[in-house]
Structures are given as C-alpha cells and as structure tokens.
Nanobody, 115 residues
C-alpha cells in the first residue's frame, strides 16, 4: 500500500506560481508512474502531468509550457511546479501513484487562482 500526502496548494493571483509537493510512504523509484490530476467544480477529473519510472513525462495540452513535473527518488517526493497560473487552473489537485497492486491517491490540495 502506498500513502500519498500533497501540500503546497493555496490562493494565488493570475500569472503567479505555486509548487505542489507529494510525499510518498514508499520508495518511488520502483513506482511505474506518478502523476498529478485535478478536478474543478462541476468538471471531470483530468490528468495534468505524469512522470514515468524512466523519467519520461507527459502533460495535458492546457498546461504544456507552464507546468513541470519532477521527482526526487532520494526523498520519495514528486513535485508539480506551476507557473503563469490562470483562473482556469483552479481545482483540487491530487497526487497519484500507479503500482503493480493498483492505483493510489492522496487527499488532494486546493489551488485557487484569482483573476
């Protein structure tokens, strides 16, 4: 079982930056994929960014060039650097881990971007 704890959310003005952190309870070097998802009010959960065990990454088109996902295997941490934030980025952001035994989720952290 993998426990994930997100932090770093908050209120920021449009154009600002935030860095989300996800602390994992296990060695992330062996995790196939870790990702960040978000869910805005009234909208479906969507993949924002993912990083694979080999280091490759993928992003939603809406955040390409603005968000960067990274991982620190030594600290068992995954980060999401969010720059040039827009009001439409407002959502609850969830950390996710895909392992052999299944999918695991954090509790989420709120990001609110004011215009």
């Amino acid at each position: 079982q993998v426990q994930l704890v997100e932090s770093g959310g908050g209120l920021v003005q449009a154009g600002g930056s935030l860095r989300l952190s996800c602390a994992a309870s296990t060695t992330i070097a062996s995790i196939n994929r870790m990702g960040w998802y978000r869910q805005a009010p009234g909208k479906q959960l969507e993949l924002v960014a993912a990083i694979h065990r080999g280091g490759s990454t993928n992003y939603a088109d809406s955040v390409k060039g603005r968000f960067t996902i990274s991982r620190d295997n030594a600290k068992n941490m995954v980060y999401l650097q969010m720059d040039n934030l827009k009001p439409e980025d407002t959502a609850v952001y969830y950390c996710n881990a895909l392992v052999i035994s299944g999918l695991y989720w954090g509790q989420g952290t709120q990001v609110t971007v004011s215009s």
